[in-house]
């Protein structure tokens, strides 16, 4: 079973740039997918962003495309979510996710994300 723990958000005035992480443990952290999704407060969670196993491809939400850009080191057992040119509209909290399975492709659909970090909070002001 992942354990998955999140860092790196906080505070940012819009125009502005965070680095988001997330560390993997528990299992084989380089044979799965990795996922970054966020939660508006009175929203539903939806995707920003996931690549796959081996970081060879990724997918990004239309509303985060050009300025975020996910990354992972599975020497470190790390996947990343830099983000750039936040707006305020991008506050939310942020999860990571990792799947169960081993997917090919990239999973795209958040049903298929089976381990969940607890979050981490990024707070984008006007």
């Known amino acids: 079973q992942a354990q998955l723990v999140e860092s790196g958000g906080g505070l940012v005035q819009a125009g502005g740039s965070l680095r988001l992480s997330c560390a993997a443990s528990g299992r084989t952290f380089s044979r799965y997918a990795m996922g970054w999704f966020r939660q508006a407060t009175g929203k539903e969670r939806e995707i920003v962003a996931c690549?796959?196993?081996?970081?060879?491809?990724?997918y990004y939400a239309d509303s985060v495309k050009g300025r975020f850009t996910i990354s992972r080191d599975n020497a470190k057992n790390t996947v990343y979510l830099q983000m750039s040119g936040l707006k305020p509209e991008d506050t939310a909290v942020y999860y990571c996710?990792?799947?169960?399975?081993?997917?090919?492709?990239?999973?795209?659909?958040?049903?298929?994300?089976?381990?969940w970090g607890q979050g981490t909070q990024v707070t984008v002001s006007s």
């Open positions: 996710a990792t799947t169960r399975n081993y997917f090919l492709g990239v999973p795209t659909t958040e049903g298929l994300y089976d381990y």
């Open positions: 690549i796959t196993w081996n970081g060879g491809t990724s």
